[in-house]
Nanobody, 125 residues
Framework: QVQLVESGGGLVQAGGSLRLSCIASGRTFSNYPMGWFRQAPGKEREFVTGISWSGDKTYYQDSVKGRFTISRDNAKSTVYLQMNSLKPEDTAVYYC??????????????????WGQGTQVTVSS
């Protein structure tokens, strides 16, 4: 079955950086879009960013544009989320996701059907 394992979360001061990684297994990684959601305390889960199967197309939520970068290494079955200029409002559990189908949209939350266990990101002010 599909498995997604995130790493790289932690505590960082405002203005700092973190890089999240997610290793996927259980199917051909390069055939599917990947993405990241997050859920802050007391808030609904939100779609942050997505990347197409080939890596040539990306989507970002407005609040993270210019600060976050999603990328993938299909040879390593890994997707990354580089987060710069972090703000306290970025504090959340971050979830790696992958598309339900090979043709699933990379830029819409409905395209993603498999989830990792999440990694905590805490940004202190």
């Amino acid at each position: 079955q599909v498995q997604l394992v995130e790493s790289g979360g932690g505590l960082v001061q405002a203005g700092g950086s973190l890089r999240l990684s997610c290793i996927a297994s259980g199917r051909t990684f390069s055939n599917y879009p990947m993405g990241w959601f997050r859920q802050a305390p007391g808030k609904e889960r939100e779609f942050v960013t997505g990347i197409s199967w080939s890596g040539d197309k990306t989507y970002y939520q407005d609040s993270v544009k210019g600060r976050f970068t999603i990328s993938r290494d299909n040879a390593k079955s890994t997707v990354y989320l580089q987060m710069n200029s972090l703000k306290p409002e970025d504090t959340a559990v971050y979830y790696c996701v992958t598309g339900t189908r090979t043709w699933s949209a990379y830029d819409r939350p409905s395209g993603f059907g498999f989830w990792g266990q999440g990694t905590q990101v805490t940004v202190s002010s």
